[in-house]
C-alpha cells in the first residue's frame, strides 16, 4: 500500500516518448505518454496463439471409402501402415491388389497385422506360432483389452494379431510364363505353349515407361510385379532384347492387354492392363522398342503400367533387376 501511494522523486522530469530519428514522431510500436502525461497508452504486441496437439496411438480400426485417384500405397501411406496389412484384413480385395474398386469401403487396422477370431483350444502361444507373431505383442496389445493379472480370450473374441502375417494368394500364377522354344536351347525354362525359336538376347534390362515412379502397389507379398506411373495411352517400351512369345487380348486373369518377352537369358518379362498391343508372338524386338500403350485394361483401378520380371518361371523384384 506504501508503494502503491508513493509520490514521484521531487522535481523529476516526466517520461518523454522515444522519437523517431528526424520525424518527431514516437516510434512505432513504441510507449506513447498518456493523455494526461503519466503512464503509458500502450504497448504494442503482436499475439500468437498455437496449440500443440500431441500424435496419439489408434487402437482400433476405421472405415475408409475408396475414391478415384485412390491406389493401396498411396492409402497404406496415409495411414502409416503396409499395404499387405489391408489386404489381410480386407476379404473382398481377395488378396489382389488391382481388385480396389471407387465406393469400396476399407477396414483400416491401428497398426501392421491381422485380425484373428479366437477359438476354442487356442492360445496365446498357438496362435502367434500360426502368424509368426509374438506372444506378449497380443497380450499387451491396449485394443485387444486383455487383463494382464490374468491373459485369456473368451472364443469368438476378434483379436488384433501385431505384426502378424499370412499366405497371400499368388493370382499372378495364373498367366502362365510363355517362353520362346521348347527346346530349352536359350536358358529359358518353358512353362508356355509358345515356340517361337531362337531370337536375340538381352544383355540387361532396363524400364519400360517414361516414369520411373510408382503409382500403385510396390513389390510384395500379393503383388510380385510393380505398378509404374503411366497415364492413359503413354509408351510402353521393351526393357530388353528378345522375342514376344504373348501378345493377347482380352480379360486374361485381370492382365487385360498383355505384352510377354522372353529374353533368352531365363528372364522373361510381363506388360499388362494396356490399351493397345503394338507387336505380334514370336517378333524380335529390342531394348526400348515401343511395344504398345499404357491403359487400365482387366482387372486394374486407373491407367498404369503393371510390370513383372520372372526367372525361370518364378517372379522376381523388378527394382533389383532393372536399370
Known amino acids: 500500500?506504501?508503494?502503491?501511494?508513493?509520490?514521484?522523486?521531487p522535481g523529476a522530469s516526466a517520461p518523454l516518448a522515444t522519437l523517431e530519428s528526424g520525424t518527431g514522431q514516437p516510434l512505432p510500436g513504441a510507449p506513447a505518454i498518456g493523455a494526461?502525461?503519466?503512464?503509458?497508452?500502450?504497448?504494442?504486441r503482436e499475439l500468437q496463439l498455437k496449440t500443440i496437439i500431441p500424435q496419439r496411438p489408434r487402437y482400433g480400426s476405421l472405415h475408409y471409402r475408396?475414391?478415384?485417384?485412390?491406389?493401396?500405397?498411396?492409402?497404406?501411406?496415409?495411414?502409416?501402415?503396409?499395404?499387405?496389412?489391408i489386404l489381410y484384413v480386407n476379404k473382398q480385395l481377395e488378396d489382389n491388389p488391382h481388385n480396389l474398386k471407387p465406393g469400396m469401403e476399407l477396414l483400416i487396422p491401428p497398426v501392421d497385422g491381422l485380425y484373428y477370431e479366437w477359438k476354442n483350444g487356442d492360445t496365446f502361444e498357438t496362435v502367434a506360432a500360426e502368424f509368426d507373431a509374438k506372444v506378449d505383442d497380443i497380450i499387451n496389445f491396449p485394443g485387444n483389452e486383455i487383463d494382464l493379472t490374468d491373459p485369456r480370450v473368451e472364443p469368438g473374441a476378434l483379436v488384433m494379431i501385431p505384426g502378424g502375417s499370412r499366405e497371400l494368394r499368388h493370382w499372378e500364377a495364373d498367366l502362365v510364363t510363355a517362353a520362346r522354344s521348347n527346346s530349352g536351347s536359350t536358358g529359358t525354362s518353358d512353362f508356355g505353349s509358345n515356340s517361337c525359336g531362337g531370337g536375340p538376347v538381352a544383355s540387361g534390362l532396363g524400364w519400360p515407361a517414361d516414369a520411373h515412379t510408382l503409382s500403385g502397389s510396390p513389390?510384395?507379398?500379393g503383388h510380385l510385379g510393380i505398378d509404374i506411373t503411366a497415364p492413359q495411352g503413354s509408351n510402353v517400351?521393351?526393357?530388353?532384347?528378345?522375342?514376344?512369345?504373348?501378345a493377347q487380348d482380352g480379360y486374361n486373369y485381370g492382365y487385360g492387354k498383355v505384352i510377354q518377352i522372353d529374353h533368352g537369358n531365363g528372364y522373361v518379362t510381363v506388360y499388362a492392363h494396356l490399351s493397345q498391343i503394338n507387336v505380334g508372338v514370336c517378333e524380335y524386338v529390342g531394348q526400348?522398342?515401343?511395344?504398345?500403350?499404357?491403359?487400365?485394361?482387366?482387372?486394374?483401378?486407373?491407367?498404369h503400367l503393371h510390370f513383372e520380371i520372372r526367372f525361370g518361371g518364378k517372379n522376381i523384384n523388378p527394382y533389383d533387376i532393372v536399370q
Open 1 to 9: 500500500m506504501l508503494y502503491k501511494s508513493a509520490n514521484g522523486t
Open 66 to 85: 475408396v475414391s478415384r485417384g485412390d491406389a493401396m500405397l498411396s492409402i497404406a501411406d496415409e495411414f502409416k501402415i503396409k499395404y499387405v496389412s
Open 237 to 246: 517400351y521393351a526393357a530388353g532384347s528378345g522375342v514376344v512369345t504373348m
Open 219 to 221: 513389390y510384395g507379398p
Open 288 to 303: 526400348g522398342t515401343l511395344i504398345g500403350y499404357s491403359g487400365n485394361t482387366g482387372n486394374s483401378f486407373g491407367a
Open 36 to 44: 494526461n502525461g503519466s503512464g503509458f497508452s500502450y504497448i504494442s
